[in-house]
């Protein structure tokens, strides 16, 4: 970066050089000898590499270089007025505060020696013109420390509607007056166009639109008299646009009073006896683009509120039925709960007296794994029921996921299944929602494998690690006998899918073998590979 702001205060430099070689080079001669030139080219062209850093000093500087070059006569004094404007523009937007009004004096005094012809009286007109000349880059530089924001909308149509309707506006205002002028017909146009098509950016650059709509002014006072009062309008319009696009009451005054003493020199050209009159009548016709700007903002701030307003009803409205939703879902849960836990919590109580009164067996057994699984019932119902009651609590893993796929090859095969578990120790090194998630999966496929095959049927249950991903399958053969499946919702093979879909895995179930069943996971460990 420290190279780059060089580079471009070098090339400002040599632009500053070059540009008073294209306006001054063609002066040398026997009064101008070409090194006389290119001194002065460097005096005037060099100090702008400084520019960006020191503003201030090379404002001064131009301005008594530009005094003193229009004192001797040289050419090199149109330079120093352009750059001279180009030093002020960067006081306004670089220096401190306090240092514009002085970069603004020395300018003005310095562009009003440049006008003055030599042994002439400076007229207020000039002085005028020499205000504006050093006010507007200033007051450029200024505005961009805090331009206007950008417009809320993309479209361009009241900008093109403002481009067609101030071109129109300056060209039927003015066009009869063209050839009354000095200077060639088609500059005179160029300059009516330009004005009134500046007007298509208003909205977006209102300070800049409206220092081009001032300097159109001057020009068409000084060359095209019977265009004036057309631009004047202009000149009005980008007063309305910026007083709507800025919040600033300082700069929508300050922006009035430039507007106001332009078209007061220009009302007042001539000389005529009715000044006051005039003066009072273009006071009251300048407030009127200031008081119509500032109502429209005041428009657009209601709008914008009001805008406002319905998304913040619209968000509360959706955060009530969110909430009434959760509160429902809430005390269905609670429904639930009551009436699984009145049957789960009955039939515990009579696999638990049934127990009692049966010796050890088979029957023993499946009473005892009856109990068992009712308590486990009854203990997660419990669990989802206080998550629903405090949403601030998750739930808590009661169990470690490996423990929990050998209690469930246990529990199925102690109903009829004869289960071969086989798990690979690295999967022990996968995230525990990926542990979490095999677990239950393995728990529902040896539940559908019961419920469909029954007991007596061989399942192959296998885990393995594959490139970053723990693979799970569940194999069940062929049935030892024909039987009728139970009742089946199928939501158990939804819910394992969608635990795998959760995940970013995949999962695929289908006949094997003869008359067999094959469930197929895979659950990728990778954190970048899981699903949001």
């Not at 795998?500 to 073998?513: E, I, M, R, Y």
Request: aromatic letters at 4%; one cysteine or more; glycine letters at 8%.
């Amino acid at each position: 970066m420290r190279w780059k702001g060089l580079w471009i205060n070098l090339a400002l430099g040599a632009c500053g050089i070059g540009l008073d070689l294209l306006l001054s080079g063609k002066t040398a001669g026997p009064a101008a000898p070409l090194w006389l030139v290119m001194i002065f080219s460097v005096l005037v062209g060099a100090p702008m590499a400084a520019v960006r850093r020191f503003p201030f000093s090379v404002a001064c500087y131009l301005a008594a270089l530009l005094v003193y070059t229009d004192h001797i006569g040289a050419f090199t004094s149109n330079t120093a007025q352009i750059l001279l404007c180009v030093s002020i523009a960067l006081v306004g937007h670089r220096s401190r505060r306090r240092l514009v009004p002085v970069a603004i004096l020395c300018g003005t005094v310095a562009t009003a020696l440049n006008l003055a012809d030599p042994g002439m009286a400076l007229t207020p007109r000039r002085w005028l013109l020499s205000v504006v000349v050093s006010l507007l880059p200033a007051l450029v530089g200024a505005y961009l420390r805090g331009p206007a924001g950008r417009l809320p909308e993309p479209d361009a149509t009241p900008d093109v509607l403002l481009a067609g309707g101030g071109m129109a506006l300056a060209v039927l205002g003015s066009w009869t007056s063209w050839h009354t002028s000095a200077q060639p017909l088609w500059l005179n146009g160029l300059l009516v166009i330009v004005a009134g098509s500046a007007l298509g950016m208003a909205r977006r650059l209102p300070a800049l639109v409206f220092a081009v709509e001032c300097l159109a002014l001057l020009a068409a006072g000084q060359y095209l008299a019977g265009a004036a009062s057309a631009v004047l309008v202009l000149v009005f319009i980008s007063v309305a646009v910026f007083s709507m696009r800025v919040i600033s009451w300082a700069w929508t005054a300050l922006i009035y009073l430039v507007a106001y003493g332009l078209g007061l020199s220009i009302a007042v050209s001539g000389a005529p006896k009715d000044i006051p009159l005039r003066a009072l009548v273009l006071l009251i016709v300048t407030i009127t683009p200031v008081s119509i700007g500032r109502y429209l903002h005041a428009r657009q701030v209601a709008a914008a509120s009001e805008r406002l307003r319905v998304q913040q009803y619209e968000r509360l409205v959706l955060t009530q039925l969110r909430a009434d939703e959760l509160a429902m879902r809430e005390h269905l849960a609670r429904e639930v709960h009551d009436v699984v836990a009145h049957h789960v919590g009955a039939i515990v109580l009579r696999a638990g007296a049934a127990r009692f009164a049966v010796s050890d067996g088979p029957a023993a057994q499946a009473l005892s794994d009856i109990r068992d699984t009712g308590h486990q019932v009854l203990e997660d119902l419990r669990a989802l029921l206080a998550v629903l009651r405090d949403a601030e609590e998750g739930p808590d893993l009661l169990a470690d996921p490996g423990d929990v796929i050998r209690d469930s090859a246990e529990r199925i095969s102690q109903a009829g299944l004869t289960v071969e578990l086989d798990v690979d120790p690295a999967t022990d090194d996968a995230p525990l929602v990926v542990r979490a998630s095999a677990a239950r999966i393995v728990q529902e496929g040896l539940t559908n494998v019961l419920k469909h095959a029954g007991p007596g049927t061989k399942v192959d249950v296998t885990l393995r690690m594959r490139d970053g991903s723990m693979a799970v399958e569940i194999i069940n053969e062929r049935p030892p006998a024909e039987r009728q499946s139970l009742p089946s919702s199928g939501h158990g093979l939804m819910g394992m899918r969608e635990r795998a879909d959760a995940l970013g895995g995949t999962l695929s179930a289908g006949p094997h073998g003869d008359g067999g069943w094959c469930l197929s996971v895979t659950l990728p460990c990778q954190p970048s590979r899981l699903a949001p």
